[in-house]
Every structure is written in C-alpha cells, then in structure tokens.
C-alpha cells in the first residue's frame, strides 16, 4: 500500500492543470490510486439516469479526482503551500510509549498533526 503525505480533512492548493491556484479541503484520499478529490477542484458532469419511479435523472456536477502530485498541502501555521517533512517521534499513548511518523511543515518548521 502506498502512502500519501496528505490525508482527508487537509487544506490544498492545486497546482497544475485546470484548477491551479484553487485552494479546498480533502473530501477522499485513495493511497492505493494516488488520487485524492479536493472540493470545488476538477468539477465533473456524469449523467444519472432515473433508477426509480419518480426519480429525476440529469446531468450532475461532482469533483473528480486529482493525482496527489498536483497538489500541495497548505501549512495551518504560515498559511503557505509547503512541502512536508516526516520525522519519527517517542509518542505516549495509554501509559505506553510507541514511535510514530509526524508530518512537519517543511517552510516553518511547525507540526502539521
């Protein structure tokens, strides 16, 4: 399984392609596709046909995915796209100390999570 440096729940900015400069949260990440969906990014149309009896059938406008090398996470702290940085960190958790990956902001310095 591959790693993403960004998960759902993070601020982005795209930048390549249609959208570049758009700034949105992560609605879906998908590790195993390396594709994520940023809101308000790379609006699709798919066309639904009507399934049920009074159902309406249309055109409807969604985000599609973008590939997460066309995006960068944007720092909570400097507010600037950055690139991210993992160290190993001591954590306690319950009483016990365990080793975990932290992502850091490669601009300021600051913990991201």
């Known amino acids: 399984m591959n790693k993403l440096n960004v998960k759902k729940g993070d601020t982005v900015v795209v930048i390549t392609g249609k959208d570049k400069g758009k700034q949105g949260k992560i609605l879906e990440a998908m590790p195993e596709k390396e594709r994520v ?13 009507p399934r049920r009896q009074g159902e309406s059938g249309g ?13 960068k996470l944007v720092c909570p702290k400097c507010s600037k796209p950055t690139r991210i940085a993992h160290k190993i960190e001591e954590v306690e958790i319950l009483g016990q100390k365990k080793m ?6 490669k601009e300021c310095g600051a913990k991201i999570d």
């Open 37 to 49: 969906v940023v809101a308000g990014a790379n609006m699709i149309t798919k066309h639904v046909k």
């Open 59 to 71: 055109r409807i406008e969604k985000e599609g995915t973008i590939h997460v090398s066309n995006v």
């Open 100 to 105: 975990k990956s932290v992502r850091y902001c």
